[in-house]
């Protein structure tokens, strides 16, 4: 394709996350898809310095730190027909004046639950083996368990409830196949021949929770969603029952499930929490019953590159006149994260 026919490209993100989004090779042929100079990050629409670039923008790459892209964006880039994000969700970032003028979006939400899952199905098999309990009683003791004291663990016949096949549901779906384990999925859009094409069994979210060993939250953060695990839902869980969260803190009742944490009835691990981080205090710091990390199982350091790269693919899509392959749609946001 001649030069002059290559799309205008910029970046619009926070500068820091350029290198790993997209390292020497990669930039390389971002390069030579379109016309873009890797120096130029926006982090305003409205600054004067970058007034002329955006002018002449045909397509932004976005990412974490990127300002919301509302009518003033649209002023400030009036040829802007696509938006590709080199991140997840575009719920906050895309207003409802571009999806009116009908800027095409795209997002590297598939790639980033690549790591989701891949953490999730760690933290499975590690639940399973009770791993986290013996950690707590090896510390203790300086003794190896006894018999009696692993009779409950591992993980054959483990029963696992996945609460939401989107992305990151269904990637984990697919990587808990080969394990022995029973898995059941509650999806109010997925029905029972779908959820058994993945390898579940689809139940209602009260028949999952009384029925799973450990419970994996996968749906999208929205008002329906809103603390769909409250305080009676929880109570559900059996005794000694493990909730993993990876989606959003939002969805869970933290002041009810840091009461069943107490308790001692159930076991957590949670990558996100509500607020985030929780405060200095919170006694989910210290019990031995939680295993807490800081929002870490989304993509991090060399993981960032498989953004960038579906980036780059979308990118070429566009200058090649093809449909995007990640298209983000206007009226999916109801559902989706």
Known sequence: MPSAQLPRVVFAMDPVHLPLLF????????????????????????????????????????????????????????????????????????????????????????????????????MILLAGKDAFAHRERYRRTHTHPTFDETAATGNVGRRIGVIGASRVGRSLLRLLRPYDFEVLLHDPYVDHAEAAGLGARLLSLEDLLQRSDIVSLHAPDIPATRHMLDRDRLALIRDGGVLINTSRGNLVDHAALTDELVSGRLHAILDVTEPEPLPADSPLYRLPNV????????????????????????????????????????????RVA
């Open 23 to 122: 390292p020497a090779p990669l930039l390389a042929r971002l390069q030579r898809t379109a016309e873009i100079d890797p120096a130029l990050v926006v982090r305003d629409f409205a600054d004067p310095a970058v007034a002329s670039a955006l002018a002449g923008t045909d397509v932004l790459i976005t990412g974490w730190g990127c300002p919301h892209l509302d009518a003033g964006t649209l002023t400030a880039a009036p040829r802007l027909r696509t938006v590709l994000h080199a991140a997840g969700s575009v719920r906050s970032l895309v207003g409802e004046a571009l999806w009116t003028r009908g800027v095409a979006v795209s997002s590297a939400v598939t790639g980033n639950a690549v790591p989701v899952a891949e953490y999730t199905l760690a």
């Open 291 to 334: 295993f807490l990390t800081p929002h870490i199982a989304g993509s991090l350091g060399n993981e960032l590159e498989r953004l960038g790269r579906i980036v780059v693919e979308e990118l070429e899509r566009v200058a090649n006149g093809l449909p995007l392959a990640h298209e983000v749609r206007h009226a999916d946001l109801a």
